[in-house]
């Protein structure tokens, strides 16, 4: 029999996904996708898979706190100061049981973010080991969330990142520049609002916006009118779209710190092949990414960025998702491996949807995520002081 993870891993979605509670994911699967849910693959492996839901189009901010909710079974905090300077509610949804029992230095979690998933992930670790220090000036102790009061670092044992857009995307960087973006916002914007009021809210998809009232908080009818929320969600910059550029992206990573005990990995995958001075993404048989792909390639060239630039996984240019421009990394070697640094694993070949098994190899996806949990669980055999002060 195998040897397998002996803490819980926790699988965290990137833009426009959905978890385990959503509807969809019984129909569809975001982990694992066309090659069938991943997360009961690894069950029936042994291992003690979750797969979380936060606002797919939420910002990092946002749902780290809705990841934290979820996995200690408690109501959503968005933090006072955080609230007020955004000009959203403070309080969400209400979790009556956590996702696991037991979570804390005695049952860590490794967690897993496709994605913004991967920003995400970030953000609660950073969270979880420091804290927030405007969130304790402007909140009075007996109401703060734990989430903010720092010195947990201990309760994660691993970061994985997977395409995700640590340092922005050129995507977003096209979309704004070859003028998409007010199109693409009337859609995303405009969908999320009316499908927040509609039956398939809470039981197909769910957009976790009830903190701006593009919904309603589940068990109460405090919508705000649509136009309203709408303008507030786009106005203060506090959502998916301002954290994948690159201003945003610049902002999160000053705003985060690597957590000396936590183990980090990221994978990056690349759709494009060279052949002289041409480039084209012949790893992808998505015509939707074909063309991102281009645009992408075609804004790199524009600003003169390096010619490494050009390659990407149709949504995420290769060098963005290696690791964050400001923190400690280097290539992995199984021989070494060490907390409070980045891990970059060998390139990838395939798109975005790639490692999330869509339309992808089964067999290929199965063994990706076998590897990659058998690092994690020699992590586990690692044994560095830990960190419990607040920063």
């Known amino acids: 029999m195998q040897t397998v993870c ?40 042994g291992y003690e898979c979750y797969s979380a839901s936060v606002g797919p189009i939420s910002s990092a901010w946002d749902r780290a706190c809705e990841l934290y909710a979820r996995l200690t079974g408690t109501r959503v905090d968005y933090g006072a100061e955080h609230s007020a300077y955004r000009k959203h509610r403070r309080y969400g949804r209400t979790y009556h049981k956590p996702l696991f029992e037991g979570w804390g230095p005695e049952k860590k979690v490794h967690l897993i973010g496709h994605s913004f998933g991967g920003n995400t992930i970030r953000l609660l670790v950073h969270l979880l080991t420091y804290g927030d220090q405007r969130e304790r000036d402007h909140t009075d102790p007996k109401e703060l969330s734990g989430l903010f009061t720092g010195g947990k670092g201990d309760w994660v044992q691993s970061v994985v990142t997977i395409c995700s857009p640590h340092n922005g995307t050129y995507c977003f960087e096209a979309a704004y520049k070859y003028k998409m973006l007010p199109m693409l916002r009337a859609i995303i914007y405009n969908g999320a609002g009316l499908l927040g009021r509609s039956p398939a809210e809470g039981k197909i998809v769910d957009y976790h916006l009830e903190q701006y009232g593009m919904s309603d908080t589940p068990g109460e009818s405090d919508a705000f009118p649509l136009y309203r929320a709408k303008r507030r969600y786009v106005r203060y910059h506090d959502n998916i779209e301002y954290d994948m550029s690159a201003e945003g992206a610049k902002y999160l990573n000053k705003s985060v710190s690597i957590s000396p005990n936590v183990f980090y990995f990221s994978y990056a995958f690349n759709a494009v092949t060279k052949n002289g001075k041409h480039t084209k993404a012949s790893e992808t048989d998505f015509p939707f990414m074909k063309v991102t792909s281009m ?82 669980r020699k992590t586990e055999n690692h044994a560095p002081n830990e960190v419990t002060a607040c920063q």
């Open 6 to 45: 002996k803490y819980p891993i926790v699988f965290v979605h990137g833009l426009f996904g959905w978890g385990s509670d959503e509807g969809i994911d019984r129909k569809m699967p975001y982990w694992g996708a066309t090659t069938g849910s991943l997360i009961d693959f690894l069950t029936e492996e």
């Open 295 to 376: 645009l992408m390639r075609q804004y790199s060239r524009s600003i003169g960025a390096d010619e490494a630039d050009l390659m990407n996984d149709g949504l995420v240019q290769v060098s963005a998702a290696l690791h964050p421009n400001d923190e400690p990394f280097t290539d992995y070697d199984p021989k070494d491996v060490q907390p409070g640094v980045w891990h970059v694993m060998p390139l990838q070949i395939g798109d975005h949807g790639t490692p999330i098994g869509l339309m992808a190899d089964k067999e290929k996806t199965h063994k990706f995520y076998l590897d990659m949990l058998e690092i994690l």
